[in-house]
């Protein structure tokens, strides 16, 4: 049985949207803060001033605009429940509840012990690979684990769910209720991973306990800015334990949510370093995240162009899927093509980024904003020196000159002055190399992160 549902904005959102109605949803209203629509008809249903919602019918009220904030506040002050008011991506997402898809990976067990991780889309990202890791960290640990997404990548689910993980799909994650999700009972533990899926955590908290674990960056928050108030009003839930993945990722929480205490809880990465490389030839530089302002590649080519005035033996490469941010990605591929020692290899799979590290020797990371670094962490892995943008996370684990470097956040000249001390002096590259991989050993492999979580899931602290 549908939705008796009004329609609050009549711009462009409407129009984009008008198809994804659900048939059996009957639209009762519109209503707009343009005067001159009032009395008018869409459609067939006839527009009104939101001052005269209380006496229209209705369940929900889907509002279609970008002021979404000031619409939501102003149906408040005139009367309308909170719980009543959904933005459309909220509406559009629950067409899809109760659609679950559930992927078995080749090497899956029945275990006694059952943990569910709920994340963000599956993909070649930060978040998601996280989540995949953490997986193969709880299964090493006995547990029979389940990676369940609102969508996922096929390459990745494939390729991660070889190694046993069981992965699900569930479109309507982000926004369902403890109805759709009575599945959970099944589960012993649940983390949801990445602040994307707040909503999801704070529903399962009202009935299980949750461990929430924070990774973003200042943008990840205006995204959820609509949802501010239910995650205020709910963040301090008994059930609800918050962990972030380094200082930065629970500064970002603080200043753009609210001050709340939270654990620390750093990832974990496998460790496959099976190529050793002699430092002969061409020195290779490269860059791997996605093609994003906030990833700065432009910085990184700045500093290529400055590089090649004085230096010749050397290769720079760029090596990250394409954002939606297309004239960012435009400028970096049209800006790359006109260097000629400049590499711009797309998207690759762990796989493939296993092989091209044998060919890295020095890993730039040049993020604005970047609470901890994957890449970072797996170069350290490798044995590579890093190059780190003072404002990551992963600063806080590299001594400068031993272990790697870290340069002042988008100045090209420190950034070059740093890279050009690779250049000149190679031979000292190998000790801290070296000494990048013991990083890694002491604070990033699955065994550590396989220790942290036995803890926090037997309830026990961890200070850090």
């Known amino acids: 049985m549908g939705l008796k549902i009004i329609i609050f904005g009549m711009g462009e959102i409407y129009r984009k949207n008008r198809d994804k109605i659900s048939q059996e949803d009957e639209i009762t209203a519109f209503i707009d803060n343009n005067e001159q629509l009032w009395g008018t008809e869409c459609d067939g249903?006839?527009?009104?001033?939101?001052?005269?919602?209380?006496?229209?019918?209705?369940?929900?009220?889907?509002?279609?605009?970008?002021?979404?904030?000031?619409?939501?506040?102003?149906?408040?002050?005139?009367?309308?429940?909170?719980?009543?008011?959904?933005?459309?991506?909220?509406?559009?997402?629950?067409?899809?509840?109760?659609?679950?898809?559930v992927y078995y990976g080749k090497r899956y067990y029945h275990k006694k012990k059952k943990c569910l991780i709920v994340t963000n889309p599956l993909g070649y990202h930060g978040g998601a690979i996280v989540a995949a890791y953490t997986a193969l960290a709880l299964q090493n640990k006995g547990y029979e684990v389940v990676v369940v997404a609102p969508e996922g990548d096929k390459k990745f689910i494939k390729e991660f769910s070889m190694k046993g993980i069981i992965f699900a799909v569930y479109p309507n994650l982000q926004f369902a209720k403890w109805e759709e999700l009575f599945w959970i009972k099944e589960f012993d533990r649940v983390i949801v991973n990445t602040y994307p899926m707040v909503l999801c955590a704070i529903e399962i908290a009202k009935h299980r306990e949750v461990v929430f674990w924070l990774h973003e960056n200042d943008i990840a928050y205006p995204v959820m800015e609509y949802w501010k108030d239910i995650v205020m009003e709910n963040i301090s839930l008994q059930n609800l334990r918050i962990f972030a993945v380094s200082n930065v990722a629970g500064k970002n929480f603080c200043n753009n949510v609210m001050e709340h205490e939270m654990e620390l809880l750093p990832y974990g990465i496998p460790d496959v370093n099976k190529n050793e490389r002699k430092l002969t030839g061409k020195l290779t530089f490269a860059m791997i995240g996605t093609i994003h302002p906030v990833k700065h590649q432009l910085l990184f080519l700045e500093a290529v162009r400055q590089l090649n005035k004085k230096y010749q033996d050397c290769e720079y490469l760029i090596i990250g899927n394409h954002s939606d941010v297309a004239e960012y990605v435009q400028r970096v591929e049209e800006e790359a093509e006109e260097i000629s020692n400049v590499y711009v290899t797309g998207g690759l799979t762990r796989k493939e980024l296993e092989g091209m590290y044998s060919r890295i020797d020095v890993l730039v990371a040049t993020s604005l904003q970047e609470t901890m670094s994957l890449a970072a962490t797996e170069a350290m892995m490798y044995g590579k020196v890093c190059i780190i943008s003072d404002i990551a996370g992963m600063a806080q684990y590299v001594r400068q000159g031993e272990n790697g470097f870290i340069?002042?956040?988008?100045?090209?000249?420190?950034?070059?002055?740093?890279?050009?001390?690779?250049?000149?002096?190679?031979?000292?590259?190998?000790?801290?190399?070296?000494?990048?991989?013991?990083?890694?050993?002491?604070?990033?492999?699955?065994?550590?992160?396989?220790?942290?979580?036995?803890?926090?899931?037997?309830?026990?602290?961890?200070?850090?």
């Open 407 to 464: 340069f002042q956040s988008d100045n090209v000249d420190d950034l070059v002055d740093h890279m050009s001390f690779c250049i000149e002096n190679r031979e000292h590259l190998q000790i801290m190399g070296e000494n990048a991989r013991k990083t890694y050993c002491k604070y990033f492999t699955m065994e550590v992160l396989e220790n942290r979580l036995e803890q926090i899931l037997h309830q026990e602290s961890v200070v850090l």
């Open 45 to 101: 249903i006839k527009i009104f001033s939101p001052t005269e919602i209380n006496r229209l019918a209705y369940e929900k009220i889907v509002i279609m605009s970008i002021h979404c904030i000031e619409m939501r506040n102003q149906l408040v002050q005139l009367g309308c429940y909170r719980e009543s008011i959904l933005l459309y991506t909220e509406y559009n997402s629950m067409q899809s509840a109760g659609q679950l898809s």
